[in-house]
């Protein structure tokens, strides 16, 4: 290698190592100073993706809640003590649980004994019944006890619940269903735009071993009933028949039908959770 050559090629090397030392520092510098006075920086990414919609309940919004409760005996609260049932129950667990919404029980217009096919005549042809859902925005309900369990209910000559044949209450199911079907889309013709909440049908004779196998025709019940008011969004179906299977003695009035003022309070608690 000449003496030319080899010059360059040390003048190529120190130029590159001057050139990557000034790289190094001017890096450095520029690290210390973003640490010493940050500046603040905009990323420009990907768009934000589009706010999900709210899941909170209607009700929490609304100026004032009105309740209106129709049905059976269970909606009326016979079997508790001080009658508040849980329809009263859900009041005021609503007003602790919206302190700044005024919340307002309508009318309770329950019946003793009513079957799924003579609420649909009510919601049919009473004005006055029609009326008071309309101005409501959450509805409760329950029916569809005496259409399996009449007997049980008082309504027939035979009162003995041992007398209660699984048969005959298997048979009722489909009819009733058809019952509970019209039911629920009157109410969605009479006010399409409020809550609804269904409180699903339990066993009252599971301590009975003759009647314990009556929860299979309950359960069909519920899961008929799930299915029809899945169609509406505005409509919910709680369960209760597990608060009672297991906690009879705990929750039924001594009519061995209906909950006593405890176990009214474990419906109304299912109600007002669902409605978060």
Request: glycine residues 8%.
């Amino acid at each position: 290698m000449t003496r030319t050559s080899s010059n360059l090629l040390w003048r190529t090397i120190g130029i590159s190592a001057l050139v990557s030392t000034a790289v190094l520092l001017a890096g450095f510098g520029y690290a210390v100073k973003d640490m010493i006075a940050p500046e603040a920086s905009t990323y420009e990414g990907k768009p934000a993706a589009e706010t999900a919609p709210s899941t909170k309940s209607p009700l929490s919004q609304s100026k004032q809640i009105t309740i209106a409760a129709i049905g059976d005996s269970l909606t009326k609260g016979t079997g508790d003590a001080t009658g508040q049932g849980y329809v009263k129950q859900v009041v005021e667990l609503l007003k602790a649980k919206y302190p700044a919404i005024p919340v307002k029980l309508g009318n309770n217009l329950a019946l003793n004994g009513l079957r799924a096919d003579q609420l649909a005549h009510l919601l049919s042809t009473d004005k006055g019944y029609r009326y008071s859902l309309q101005q409501a925005n959450l509805i409760v309900f329950t029916i569809g006890g005496n259409d399996l369990f009449q007997i049980a209910s008082g309504q027939d000559t035979n009162q003995a619940t041992g007398d209660i044949s699984l048969d005959q209450v298997k048979a009722e199911l489909p009819k009733g269903m058809e019952r509970f079907t019209k039911v629920v889309r009157l109410l969605h013709d009479i006010n399409p735009n409020a809550q609804v909440v269904y409180a699903g049908l339990y066993n009252p004779f599971f301590d009975l071993k003759d009647l314990r196998d009556g929860s299979l025709q309950v359960q069909k019940w519920n899961e008929e009933a799930y299915t029809i008011m899945h169609q509406y969004p505005n409509m919910t179906m709680v369960p209760t028949f597990d608060l009672f299977e297991r906690t009879i003695g705990t929750y039924l009035s001594n009519d061995h039908f209906h909950p006593n003022h405890d176990g009214y309070g474990q419906i109304a608690e299912r109600i007002v959770q669902s409605l978060e």
